[in-house]
């Protein structure tokens, strides 16, 4: 059964560092693109990035490239979303989705994880 | 950046009654649109691919057609399960970045 497990809500001050993670199982965790969503409260899905983690090829949206870092550890079948200063307009729920693909060029996702809510507030 | 747009915001059907909500590309996406079903507290649900194929597991009053910039899901009869919001999806590019949902549309019981 394939699983995206998101590590737990987190609370931050403004300016604080976070890392957050999505573990992987079930399936071939290095053979499949893992993407990031944010849904801010009460607002709809906005695609953040995308990575690889065969060989770790990483894209971003537009709106988040330079304010968030996505990587993974293939060890650990392992995705993480991090920020180096987060903002209140960081409070959001972010999820993890497996990307797949019928013509292996286009990726929507199939599997999404449950979610890890981030709170930034001082 | 292509724009999704889906329409109604908010639909309000009755129990049993079709549900047919829209999207539309700001320019050719092909097939490559997908629909997602997201309830109260819950993570987002595949629902189609491709424009029309369904994903494993949903039912078959659950149906996408379109290609180019005009997608439609319909829900041929509700049920008080399908109550959720829906978000249409492009993932028309290659390497994979830039991919964009419509703003939701919230179906609600009349």
């Known amino acids: 059964e394939v699983q995206l497990v998101q590590s737990g809500a987190e609370v931050k001050k403004p300016g604080e560092s976070l890392k957050i993670s999505c573990k992987g199982s079930?399936?071939?965790?290095?053979?499949?693109?893992i993407g990031w969503v944010r849904q801010m409260p009460g607002k709809g899905l906005e695609w953040m990035g995308i990575?690889?983690?065969?060989?770790?090829?990483?894209r971003y949206s537009p709106s988040f490239q330079g304010q968030v870092t996505i990587s993974a550890d293939k060890s650990i079948s392992t995705a993480y979303l991090q920020w180096s200063s987060l903002k209140a307009s960081d409070t959001a729920m972010y999820y993890c989705?497996?990307?797949?693909?019928?013509?292996?060029?286009?990726?929507?996702?199939?599997?999404w994880g449950q979610g890890t809510l981030v709170t930034v507030s001082s | 950046e292509i724009v999704m747009t889906q329409s109604p915001a908010t639909l309000s059907v009755s129990p049993g009654e079709r549900a047919t909500l829209s999207c539309r590309a700001s320019?050719?996406?092909?097939?490559?649109l997908a629909w997602y079903q997201q309830k109260p507290g819950q993570a987002p649900r595949l629902l189609i691919y491709?424009?029309?194929t369904r994903a494993t597991g949903i039912p078959a009053r659950f149906s996408g057609s379109g290609s180019g910039t005009e997608f439609t899901l319909t829900i041929s009869s509700l049920q008080s399960e399908d109550f959720a919001v829906y978000y249409c999806?492009?993932?028309?590019?290659?390497?994979?970045?830039?991919?964009?949902f419509g703003q939701g549309t919230k179906l609600e019981i009349k």
């Open positions: 990575i690889y983690p065969g060989d770790s090829d990483t």
């Open positions: 989705a497996r990307g797949e693909s019928s013509s292996g060029w286009y990726y929507y996702f199939d599997y």
């Open positions: 491709g424009a029309s």
């Open positions: 999806q492009q993932y028309n590019n290659w390497p994979p970045a830039g991919y964009t």
């Open positions: 320019q050719s996406v092909s097939s490559n």
């Open positions: 079930g399936y071939s965790f290095t053979s499949y693109w």
